[in-house]
């Protein structure tokens, strides 16, 4: 049986042969900002390789930016009256005095890079995906965090109804693809710089009427981001938007058709949604089409994904005048969501015992070929007996064990026990590992 002793730092019981260090405080991660561990990685893997998977059969593909950039490419895209701008960026001076910002988001970034990199001068039409953290400065919650994961897709350079339609397919059929149920399709538009003026005119008059009732957020920012009201979470609020102007009632002609547009080929592609005429977004620089993913199950955290269009924001950062449509979804969301359904961390195909000196240095060698072949092998270094290796093959859940016995390798076999089944046979270790790479390369 295992000596323990207590570690004074964390007060857990640590075998004697690690060494407890008691002379420094220990060092924790940052509010908000999660380590992903074995056990759940699993299951980020599994979403990240279904999105890639999905991504790639409509024509995207991958873009990887960093994750700093410059304060200024986030004022002029999100805004400057936004939540993410007004309070939640990690903004810092670098030791030059240049003012940088951890990425809130990935919209901009990529369009920064699009821009920068002329990629129109090849091809105006570019769809690209991303994943990576993002940081934001909120109250760490369950499902809000300070450091966090998006999944995002972006297009560039179709006005088309039909690819926001396409978009907006794509996203569901991630959702249904990865398993994620309880969730629904809403859609908006927000109209487009010659209607939205009008809106945002008629909703402030209306918000004007009613300041009492509006939170001491809202009365500051109903006349610089009126439409943020409509999202607010502060009871007065909402009730004093129940009867608001709806954006649907003020669109231009061009924006109604094209909000029809993208209905009449939801509808012609099976994709479920409903209208919700008081989804705004928190960056400024939506307009026509916008979306979220909404659910039930996160509480206040309702919304897994969320996008639209920006027909404006490529030229608002000094590139050509071209239309963009894409979304992010939050993995910590997605990863919440599906709960319990785990995906299971692959267990080994092989556990290699050996007894004795020599035995165990076959092993090893054997194991070293076995895993240049892809086979999951693992073997006991730390010279332990027979019983504490089957042991530890056990709680690794090994599917078979191969055992090495010193009067067995004189012969030129080993045994090999089936775990799940209980029985054992002898093999020949003579072309062992063909034999093995190919029963397991059967077996998946
Ligand atoms: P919310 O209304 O929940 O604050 P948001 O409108 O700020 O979301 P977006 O900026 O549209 O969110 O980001 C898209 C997605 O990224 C969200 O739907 C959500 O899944 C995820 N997300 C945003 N902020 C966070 C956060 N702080 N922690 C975890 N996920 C987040
Ligand atoms: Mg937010």
């Given amino acids: 049986m295992a000596i323990l002793k207590i570690n004074p730092v964390e007060q857990v019981l640590l075998p004697v042969n690690v060494e407890a260090r008691v002379c420094f405080v220990s060092i924790s ?12 990685v699993e299951t980020w893997q599994f979403l990240e390789n279904k999105a890639r998977e999905i991504f790639k059969s409509y024509g995207f593909s991958e873009i990887r930016v960093p994750v700093v950039e410059k304060t200024e490419l986030f004022c002029r895209s999100i805004g400057e009256t936004t939540d993410i701008v007004e309070k939640e960026m990690y903004t810092f001076e670098d030791k030059s005095g240049n003012s940088l910002t951890l990425r809130p988001e990935g919209t901009a970034p990529v369009m920064r890079s699009y821009i920068e990199h002329k990629m129109y001068a090849q091809d105006p039409v570019a769809k690209l995906y991303y994943l990576g953290p993002m940081f934001r400065y909120e109250r760490p919650q369950k ?16 006005e088309d109804p039909r690819i926001d339609a396409q978009v907006l397919a794509m996203l569901v059929h991630f959702f249904e693809d990865a398993g ?27 918000l004007e009427a009613r300041l ?21 979470k502060a009871a007065g609020c909402k009730e004093a938007t129940v009867d608001a102007p709806s954006v649907l009632d003020h669109l231009c002609r061009g924006c109604q058709d094209h909000f029809s547009q993208v209905q009449t080929y939801l509808g012609l592609l099976g994709t479920p949604f409903s209208i919700n005429p008081r989804m705004v977004r928190g ?19 309702n919304a ?20 963009g449509i894409g979304f992010a ?24 015992a050996g007894l004795g000196e020599e035995a165990s240095r076959q092993a090893f060698v054997l194991m070293s070929a076995l895993q240049r072949r892809g086979v999951h092998a693992e073997m006991d270094l730390a010279g332990k007996s027979l019983k504490a290796q089957m042991r530890r093959a056990g709680k690794l859940g090994a599917r ?6 010193e009067e067995e390798i004189s012969r030129g076999v080993a045994q090999l026990k089936d775990m799940d089944a209980g029985s054992q046979e002898e093999v020949r270790l003579d072309g062992l590992v063909e034999t093995l790479v190919r029963q397991f390369s059967l077996e998946g």
């Fill in 29 to 40: 991660g940052i509010k908000g900002m999660n380590d992903i561990l074995p056990g759940d």
């Fill in 143 to 158: 499902g809000r965090y300070r450091q966090f994961h998006q999944i995002g897709a972006e297009v560039i350079g179709i």
């Fill in 180 to 206: 994620i149920r309880d969730v629904a399709l809403q859609v908006n538009s927000l109209g487009c710089p010659e209607c939205r003026p009008g809106y945002r005119k008629t909703l402030v008059d209306f």
């Fill in 212 to 232: 009492d009732s509006l939170c001491e957020d809202c009365r500051r920012r109903y006349q610089t981001n009126p439409l943020r009201v409509l999202d607010c």
């Fill in 283 to 301: 960056l400024d620089y939506y307009t026509k089409t916008t979306f979220e993913m909404v659910t039930g199950s996160l509480g206040s955290q």
């Fill in 304 to 323: 897994v994904a969320a996008g639209g269009r920006y027909d404006g924001l490529i030229s608002d950062l000094g590139g050509p005048s071209l239309p």
């Fill in 329 to 352: 979804m939050g993995l910590e969301r997605l990863v919440l969501m599906k709960g319990e359904e785990r995906i299971v961390p692959s267990r080994p195909h092989l556990f290699l």
């Fill in 400 to 405: 078979f064990v191969l055992i090495l016995g």
